[in-house]
């Protein structure tokens, strides 16, 4: 039986292994890692012991987050995945294919921040397409390729763990679900749990980029020498990001839930909205596996920066399967196919919208 498309996010891998993956046009040598389901990059080589890791997304923009900010989080976006090559990021190709509704002002606000930013991160913007279309709207305003170039020796992709690796995570679960839900919905939130937690709520939407994230976990070294694989835990969370880990390298793996550090902000705002944390969308969340001998340097750097990082488990061979030890017991993990994100944002926007017809 044929899979079924999804009824909102991401498809499945089944749909990608029945639709996608067996017509990807001309197979070409120089690609050394194509498109895979779970596979943030895809890596090509250009000669010279040199390489081009690269990865497209949509440019995602909420207007309601202010135009700097959702410029700022729709750059660390796009950037997030080249960076988990571990490779520097260079170049951004950009189409923009804007609403009819956006005004000069906006636009040069949302366009000026990106700039600034890609600047900051060292990224040139070499091409795009830019445009006013009926029938285009918020948030997917367009898409955009992130570029980054380094030695052939020294490109990470989800490929790479091998067992006995460590698995560590930072900043845990559920980090862009609930900064999302903070964004949009600060007066609820604050009015469940207070103003302290509300502020520790909206502070989370500066977390949602990995790019920091890499940089330092790749400093410590790649491959042998350290980082053997990077991954943004984006849809179906934590839980997702490590299946698709394990299925990319073909290995198995054994983590233990109560070592997964858990933001005080993050458990509150899931509870509120009924979402579990650990399948729920998670960009700010790096995913990593690592030579057991460099696990506890990757760590400490990590801290040193201000960023959570905990050891979570390790890789095993794949005859042993992926596993999840809670409170002792082990079980099967398993990817969970549907984040809970989309439909508890969906519900929680319109019972707002309700809320405000009736106040009216």
């Known amino acids: 039986m044929s899979a079924q498309m999804p009824t909102i996010g ?43 890791a690269l990865t497209t997304d949509p440019i995602f923009i909420v207007p309601a987050y202010g135009w700097k900010r959702s410029a700022w ?96 995570i930072t900043k845990g679960p559920a980090i862009e679900a609930a900064g999302l839900f903070a964004a949009t919905f600060p007066q609820r939130i604050a009015k469940h749990f207070g103003s302290r937690l509300a502020e520790q709520a909206a502070a989370l939407f500066w977390q949602m980029s990995v790019v920091e994230d890499a940089r330092i976990a790749a400093s410590v070294g790649v491959r042998d020498a350290g980082v053997t694989s990077m991954h943004d835990a984006t849809e179906c969370g934590v839980w997702g ?35 579990d944390p650990y399948t729920s969308i998670s960009e700010g969340t790096l995913l990593l596996t690592c030579r057991p001998s460099r696990a506890d340097e990757v760590v400490a750097r990590l801290r040193q920066a201000s960023i959570p990082a905990a050891i979570i488990g390790e890789i095993l061979p794949a005859e042993r399967g992926c596993e999840v030890v809670d409170s002792g017991r082990a079980g099967p993990l398993r990817h969970p196919q549907v984040d809970p994100f989309w439909q508890a944002f969906g519900k929680a926007a319109a019972q707002g919208d309700a809320a405000e017809r009736a106040a009216n």
């Open 241 to 275: 990001g490590l299946i698709e880990i394990a299925q990319a390298s073909r290995v198995g793996m054994r983590i233990d839930k109560q070592k997964i550090p858990m933001q005080e902000a993050v458990c509150a705002i899931c509870e509120l909205f009924a979402i």
């Open 10 to 52: 991401k498809i499945s891998a089944e749909i990608f292994e029945e639709v996608i993956f067996p017509r990807l046009g001309r197979r070409r040598p120089e690609v050394l890692v194509g498109p895979q389901h779970g596979v943030d990059i895809g890596v090509l080589d250009i000669g010279g012991g040199r390489v081009m």
């Open 73 to 168: 989080f729709a750059v660390h976006i796009l950037c997030s995945d080249a960076a988990t090559s571990a490779l520097e990021l260079s170049y951004m190709t950009v189409d923009l294919n804007l609403p009819m509704s956006i005004e000069r002002d906006q636009f040069e606000t949302l366009w000026t921040t990106m700039h600034e930013e890609c600047d900051r991160l060292g990224i040139s913007v070499v091409a795009g397409h830019t445009g006013r279309y009926e029938g285009c709207e918020y948030p997917m305003i367009g898409g955009a390729t992130v570029i980054a170039v380094g030695n052939r020796d020294a490109y990470l992709a989800p490929t790479m763990a091998a067992p006995g690796d460590a698995v560590i």
